[in-house]
């Protein structure tokens, strides 16, 4: 404990010595011990658009690595993104590459017989590489704030699209747009032709890519079933991310920036179930405290983000303590020419939402 303590006065120590020259961003899936810290808090939306206007020579981001590519992405060349540990990467991101997309775009295009008949949508979950491969092809990044909207923008210029790297997030939005199930396949990169036959690629709407976040997917409908039987009066909120009977099942669905608003907006006495990861989910219990709401996590298991979670109070002090010694640590810098191509992808979806 008395270290947990040294490490938080080494932080507070470090970025007073900084001041101005310092802008420290937090995503809302981050503990505690280094979210008191952020000078601004959100969404990787909320947070890239931040990046864009701060006028800090450091760019601190406590959350993951594809969050840290685009706030360098965003910010003027002069400042400087950083991420406290390196290895702070998300296993949904990952599961999609470049290679894999290049060749999935290639195959689904042969079996269309003409090119432009497909939009590459990548959720902001991904690595710069696959956002300039959107840039590149005329498509476009989302959020799950935006993703609905984003699907609007790719369906008023080309007939399909290939929505990478989440399946969940994909399915709900394009659902909530009333499109059928059968209208959006499971396409598995790892499978020739994505596992597909023709004739399901030709009637396609959406090509699911599948990957997943394994936090979110560990929410079963059972636990809401549950819930609702001992609190028959409870509200349901889920993150899109969860499996899609989940997210069927619940009375909201939407991204963390909209799930806080709708519980902090809620009436006093209201009870929820939030299906997102935990440490927005424990913050936001003990904010609703004072106003008599009750705010219960979605599942028996512990569902945190072990990637958001090595950003710990150690390597944030490490980082600040380097910096306000003029040293230069753990630098996340996006290849200016994979920048250029990125940027148009990011500026469209900034443009349309
Ligand atoms: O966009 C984000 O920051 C993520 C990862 C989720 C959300 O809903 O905010
Ligand atoms: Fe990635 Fe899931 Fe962690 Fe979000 S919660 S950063 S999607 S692994």
Redesign the pocket.
Known sequence: HSQDEECQQRIIAAKEKLGKKLVILGHH?QGEGVYRHADYTGDSLKLSRYAAEVDAQYIVFLG?HFMAEVADILSRPDQIAILPDLAAG????DMANLAKVERSYRELNKVLDFDETITPLTYI?SAADLKAFCGEHGGIVCTSTNATKMLEWSFARREKVLFFPDQNLGRWSGHKMGIPLEQMPVWDPDQPMGGLTEEEIKNAKILLWKGH????QMFRPQNIIKFRNEHPDGIVISHP?APFEVCLQSDYVGSTEYILKTVREAPAGTRWLVGT?LNLVNRLAEEMKPQGKTVQFMSHVVCE?S??ARIDPQHLAWTLENLAEGNVVNQIKVPENEAKLAILALQRMLDAS
């Open positions: 899936y993951v998300c296993s949904m991101a979950n976040c394994a936090v979110h991310e990861e983000c990637t958001m």
